[in-house]
């Protein structure tokens, strides 16, 4: 079973808030939330994490439900260079992600 | 953030023939490193955990024996994909834990063998 869900693709339109979302109903107590995104043919780039609590950083937001099932990412006024494919990950005890299916956002002009 | 980063970045080869990925952390040092597969249009797998100075840990399914894993210091991790045939041919990825801040990624290997 995957351990997070999330769409196969989003559009959004540029200048305008992305929310991505990320089911993981049977997250553990002590996993944390990570996202990266990646651009066709590159390394994942890192974003963001959390374990409970929001989390803000200078590219976007976590929100992470009460009882942790679920998660979203926001890019508060996306561009077109955000374009690319979202990773929803839970990092186990020993640090390793495991990467769920991946979001296809497409920012249109 | 951090830098990892990978060599080669794109490799071709003969089948049967053996092929060597490095990963290295830049500026940090990482007693763990993590290596990944992905094949066209599909999310990362993991395929094996890389410890500093012990054997790595490979997940179900992943040939230890085919995918050799060496850890030998703080900032490099190898892969060598032995006797390399077609179905081998996919995107490697390595991953570096900072314990400070976070895993990060290097830039991936596209490994092709014909």
């Known amino acids: 079973d995957a351990k997070t869900t999330q769409p196969p693709s989003m559009d959004c339109a540029e200048g305008r808030a992305a929310n991505l979302p990320c089911n993981h109903s049977?997250?553990?107590?002590?996993?944390?939330v990570y996202w990266y995104r990646q651009i066709h043919s590159q390394g994942p780039q890192y974003i963001i994490h959390?374990?409970?609590n929001n989390e803000t950083n200078e590219m976007a937001s976590l929100i992470i439900t009460e009882d942790r099932k679920s998660s979203t990412l926001i890019l508060p006024h996306a561009t077109l260079r955000d374009t690319a494919v979202y990773y929803c990950?839970?990092?186990?005890?020993?640090?390793?992600?495991?990467f769920g299916s991946g979001t296809q956002l497409t920012v249109l002009p | 953030g951090a830098v990892v980063s990978q060599h080669p970045s794109r490799v071709i080869c003969k089948s049967g023939t053996s092929v060597k990925i490095e990963c290295r952390s830049l500026?940090?040092?990482?007693?763990?490193m993590f290596w990944y597969r992905q094949f066209p249009k599909k999310s990362l797998m993991l395929m094996a955990t890389?410890?500093?100075?012990?054997?790595?840990?490979?997940e179900q399914g992943v040939e230890k024996d085919k995918f050799l894993i060496n850890h030998a210091s703080l900032t490099l991790s190898t892969l060598t994909v032995t006797s390399a045939h077609p179905e081998d041919s996919s995107f490697y990825i390595c991953?570096?834990?900072?314990?400070?801040?976070?895993?990060?990624f290097g830039p991936g290997t596209r490994l092709t063998v014909l």
């Open positions: 990950a839970l990092s186990g005890s020993a640090r390793q992600l495991t």
């Open positions: 890389s410890n500093e100075g012990s054997k790595a840990t490979y």
């Open positions: 049977t997250i553990s107590g002590n996993e944390y």
């Open positions: 959390g374990l409970k």
């Open positions: 991953s570096a834990r900072d314990p400070l801040a976070g895993q990060y």
């Open positions: 500026d940090f040092q990482a007693t763990t």
